[in-house]
């Protein structure tokens, strides 16, 4: 049996504890049932009717609400300790992927942006091509470490899109029509899948996606004749929100998610 | 407004009171609704503390030395089929600033018949 508007009380003590570390919640989360519990006891003792129990639950709950307000924003910053973070060494290795596969895409976009195709670069064209090779194949090791270290909690839809995202970029190397349309749509719905099962934050998410989006415009344009943006200064500039994306998703599988975020591990 | 360390609003001088009267009837340890009820008993209120208030205030009295706090067994917990308690213990600090509090709460009265008395 439970308190009349009980689980009111719970909800919002599951609402303002959301973020700390699990002890942390469930520290507040029992004592607050021990009350309620305590509570329930001495009302059927004194015979009191359930409206009156539930009136006294909801004052209590209401006139608290600025202390919990307070309580909770005094232990922000304060208990997600680095250590109550989630994270595993495979997961931190798929995240360096990311990073080198961002790093390795940014630093030739630019070079390529402000001195011209790799092509007519020379020697430095030799070392754009092969800093561009590391990225690709960091790529889809990262595309396929994501998979496989979340197999357990992504959907097939969203594995089946990382082999497009990974076959997008086989085809970036070889230059093929739509290969950055396949790469870009496939990461995104990889990610956002990444996001819903919480294992990375929903915010990198969304920014994953809008980036991959805004770097589609120019290719869009390219591909059905409405401009000629191809490796010029705008694309690469559309682009670059994406690529550094790519880092951010490195960084953030590295550090984790915070343990109370994110209960599950990965598989 | 930022208070004095180790002052003592109203409502912790409920509670180190209520645990100090429990404690006089012999109950060592008190959970937060033991104590809550004592408070509204003893100013012959209606209503229990609110549960944010209350809360808030004991984890302050923890932290400022005032109380201790353990987690009971599970196991009776669970015997008993409620949820776990915590149990707090007034400390000694708690009492030397329940004492301290209710000095300081007594002077300006103390000084009001001084200043009334025959020198």
């Known amino acids: 049996m439970s308190a009349p508007g009980g689980e009111v009380v719970r909800r919002w003590v599951d609402a303002y504890t959301r973020g700390l570390p699990s002890e942390a919640r469930a520290a507040r989360r029992d004592e607050i049932d021990d009350d309620l519990w305590c509570q329930l006891e001495e009302s059927v003792v004194l015979g009191r009717s359930a409206r009156s129990l539930r009136v006294e639950i909801l004052l209590r709950l209401l006139l608290g609400l600025p202390a919990d307000i307070s309580w909770r924003l005094s232990q922000a910053g304060v208990r997600t300790a680095k250590g109550e973070r989630s994270t595993s060494m495979s997961t931190r290795t798929v995240g360096a992927l990311w990073i080198v596969a961002g790093a390795a895409f940014v630093s030739a976009a630019i070079v390529v942006a402000v001195l011209g195709p790799e092509s007519s670069l020379g020697g430095l064209g030799a070392i754009v091509l092969a800093v561009g090779s590391v990225g690709a194949l960091a790529f889809v090791g990262a595309v396929f470490g994501l998979v496989w270290q979340f197999r357990g909690r992504l959907s097939r839809l969203s594995a089946l899109a990382g082999g497009v995202a990974a076959l997008g970029m086989l085809l970036v190397v070889i230059d093929a029509p739509a290969s950055w349309v396949l790469l870009a749509l496939g990461s995104a719905v990889l990610v956002w899948d990444l996001a819903r099962a919480q294992a990375i934050p929903r915010a990198l998410a969304i920014v994953f996606g809008v980036s991959s989006i805004l770097m589609l415009v120019p290719t869009g344009g390219a591909l059905f004749g409405i401009s000629d943006t191809a490796d010029t200064p705008l694309q690469v500039a559309l682009a670059l929100p994406y690529l550094l994306s790519w880092i951010a998703l490195g960084v953030s599988l590295l550090r984790g998610m915070p343990i109370a975020q994110a209960p599950l591990t990965s598989a | ?119």
Not at chain 2, 58 to 67: I, S
Not at chain 2, 78 to 90: G, Q, T, V
């Open chain 2, 1 to 119: 407004m930022r208070r004095k360390a180790g002052e003592l609003v109203p409502l912790e001088i409920s509670v180190l009171d209520a645990a100090l009267d429990l404690r006089r009837r012999g109950v060592v340890e008190a959970h937060g609704f033991l104590l809550a009820k004592e408070m509204r008993d003893a100013r012959g209120a209606r209503r229990l503390t609110a549960y944010g208030t209350l809360y808030k205030a004991l984890e302050r009295l923890e932290r400022t030395g005032c109380l201790e706090s353990r987690w009971e067994d599970p196991a009776i917990a669970a015997h008993d089929a409620r949820p776990r308690r915590r149990f707090y213990r007034l400390t000694l600090v708690g009492e030397a600033a329940l004492a301290r509090a209710r000095q300081e709460s007594s002077e300006p009265s103390l000084g009001r018949a001084a200043a009334g008395a025959p020198s």
